[in-house]
């Protein structure tokens, strides 16, 4: 059996695209109206998931934070 901790865990949004995450949480939403709360857990699941996948990353503020930065000093970036 493998330890668990020497296996990296992956998360959906290292395996699905944003597209296909946008697609299941249309799914859950309408599985929610259609069986009801059971399915909850997987449309949160997938809501953070989204979450994850769409808020910008840490480089790309600093990029935009320097980007501005070189803006308001007049030099080239």
């Not at 309408?30 to 953070?48: H, K, M, S, T, Y």
């Amino acid at each position: 059996m493998k330890n668990a901790s020497t296996s990296p865990k992956k998360r959906m949004i290292d395996i699905l695209t944003i597209e296909e995450i946008e697609d299941y949480l249309i799914f859950f939403a309408d599985l929610v109206d259609e069986i009801g709360p059971i399915a909850q857990p997987w449309l949160e699941r997938f809501e953070r998931e989204y979450e994850q996948a769409t808020k910008p990353k840490e480089a790309d503020r600093i990029r935009q934070l320097i980007t501005e930065k070189r803006a308001a000093r007049g030099a080239s970036p």
